[in-house]
């Protein structure tokens, strides 16, 4: 139990944590007579790297399987309310881990995140940290993703006016917490925000909702100090007038009537200093636009079992790259403002997940569609189409993908499925395009579901991915138990089944195999679990946010609990 050992063995707690602690039992001890609410949850990761040079697993991708051999990471969240006040504060705790940098080492621990919050009548008043998106998340976002370590908190205050049940306007002020150097500090650029929306309803049935938002964020004089260094480095011709403020504007509808649902959205940003894919600087406004349209129908057919569902977006982006600093690391997610996900469809299966495609902040126009069949309660099917191209017309990332649902009984279920996918690797993965052309694959899928009673049942996965680039076609099959509500257990393996090594040379030309074990048990509201797992080098997404991962190679436990 090394991770409560840990926290329970800290001989003094980050300064902070304990005035935020001691305000909590002042509060407490001041307001005895009322019973406030207390929760909170915690989360613990530890994992073990087990050297694999036949993967790629080594000390050159992650510092961790020559030195540090184990890394460590701990989140504690606890809330009081009381008396219409709100109260959080969370711990966390990295020990030589390369969450927040893959390829790296960081250590530390003190307070991630603290808030204390009030409403008074139609005012909500926030300050310290918060979490907090302008429509979209188009101009700005603040949130966390612990899975790829993004924590972008701002640290500040936050007030949020209700005018009527529809109608609101919020405004913050505050700095973006710290980088991969200073996680538990705020950086030294400030953003500031405001956003007014507003909902519609007519008596015909049609439902508007609109809204407007405008960001700024300025640099500090240490920031711009180096910025115009770094721009008079550039040829006479590539320079041009840094500035200190950078603005985001954008507008937003959203509306319903009957079947049909449309939603579009514009944004803009003034000039600012941003660096192309090389790292050099250029100056530049930039624009997003994107909107969409759906369609949905049940009760089709002679037996009125039928329903169909149709989407389409599309998506614009040029230069919208809008950071906390310029020097902020785009390939590690470093310092995002905006919000900008991945225009394809998010993948669960792994292999069907290996060719994601992020966005491309300094250029892309995407378009997605979607069609979702209904033929009666128990038979789905699923047809989707995604292309992306830069705003030259060079091709990124085509998608085409099939998926057929059908329940047999009450016990078994199933789905078939095709993704076909055309994939630039030289653009997302920064591989050499000398030497790799677009990985094209062709990957049918298949998974079956058995239930065996009310508390077991049986699932099996199988995928083969098959193409001639990057590493090569490969098979991946799973099989999983799970006994509701004590047990899970899965026993999985990946097969280079046509190993490639144009791009990776350093790899051995041989059927390589991935293998995995996952088992996780239960306790009432706590999780533990553990996994043996080798996992091939690619990019990873979660929340439509993607990054490049190296081979990992090792054990992994985890303990979630909520109280």
């Given amino acids: ?92 705790l990295f020990n030589n881990s390369n969450l927040l940098n893959p390829s790296g080492v960081f250590s530390g621990h003190g307070l991630g995140y603290w808030e204390i919050s009030k409403s008074v009548g139609d005012l909500d008043i926030t300050v310290g940290s918060f979490y907090d998106q302008f429509g979209s998340g188009a101009v700005f976002r603040a949130y966390e ?80 100090t180096q910025l115009v260094t770094s721009i008079n480095n550039l040829p006479l011709e590539n320079r041009f007038y840094p500035k200190y403020n950078v603005y985001a504007l954008n507008g937003y509808v959203n509306a319903s009537y009957k079947d049909f649902g449309f939603n579009g959205e514009y944004n803009y940003k003034t000039q600012e200093a941003l660096r192309d894919l090389n790292g050099k600087f250029y100056g530049s406004n930039g624009s997003m636009v994107q909107g969409g349209i759906n369609y949905s129908k049940g009760k089709l057919g002679k037996s009125k079992k039928a329903g169909i569902g149709a989407n389409v977006q599309y998506r614009r982006i040029e230069n919208f790259n809008m950071l906390s600093t310029p020097y902020a690391n785009l390939l590690l997610n470093e310092g995002l403002i905006t919000y900008m996900p991945s225009a394809s469809r998010q993948a669960s299966y792994r292999l069907l997940a290996r060719y994601q495609a992020p966005s491309q902040p300094t250029g892309e126009q995407a378009i997605q569609a979607e069609v979702i069949y209904s033929f009666n309660k128990g038979t789905n099917l699923t047809l989707n189409y995604s292309n992306i191209n830069d705003l030259n017309g060079e091709h990124l990332f085509t998608e085409q993908y ?73 098979y991946h099959g799973i099989l999983e138990w799970n006994s509701s509500p004590k047990f899970s257990i899965a026993i999985s393996d990946m097969i280079n089944t046509n190993p490639v090594r144009i791009v990776n040379t350093t790899l051995p030309d041989q059927t390589l195999h991935y293998p995995s074990f996952f088992a996780k048990y239960n306790v009432k509201t706590t999780s533990f679990t553990a996994a043996y797992i080798k996992q091939v080098e690619g990019v990873v997404c979660t929340g439509g946010i993607c990054r490049l991962e190296p081979a990992f190679s090792g054990l992994r436990f985890t303990i979630t609990s909520q109280f």
């Fill in 1 to 92: 139990m090394y991770f409560y050992n840990y926290l329970l063995l800290q001989p003094i707690m980050n300064k902070y944590i304990s005035l935020v602690l001691a305000f909590s039992i002042v509060s407490t001890a001041s307001l005895a007579q009322d019973k406030g609410v207390f929760s909170g949850n915690l989360q613990s990761n530890y994992s073990v790297f087990l050297k694999d040079s036949l993967i790629g697993a080594v000390e050159s991708a992650s510092p961790q399987y020559g030195k540090q051999i184990s890394t460590a990471e701990t989140w504690l969240f606890l809330n009081y309310d009381i008396k219409g006040f709100h109260f959080s504060a969370r711990y966390d």
């Fill in 145 to 224: 993703n612990r899975l790829i370590g993004l924590d972008y908190a701002v640290q500040g205050v936050r007030l949020k006016y209700n005018i009527s049940d529809n109608f609101f306007i919020k405004a913050f002020t505050g700095n973006q917490k710290g980088t991969q150097q200073n996680r538990f500090g705020g950086s030294s650029q400030t953003i500031k925000g405001v956003n007014v929306e507003k909902g519609f309803s007519f008596e015909d049935g049609m439902v508007i909702n609109t809204g407007a938002s405008a960001v700024n964020r300025t640099l500090d004089d240490n920031t711009m």
């Fill in 402 to 474: 099939a998926q057929l649902e059908h329940k047999i009984d009450a016990k078994w279920k199933g789905k078939v499925g095709l993704q076909m996918i055309d994939y630039n690797l030289a653009v997302y993965q920064g591989k050499d395009n000398k030497k790799t052309a677009d990985v094209i694959t062709f990957t049918p899928f298949m998974e079956v579901t058995y239930k065996a009673n009310r508390k077991n049942s049986f699932r099996l996965e199988s995928q083969m991915l098959n193409t001639d680039g990057d590493l090569g076609s490969f």
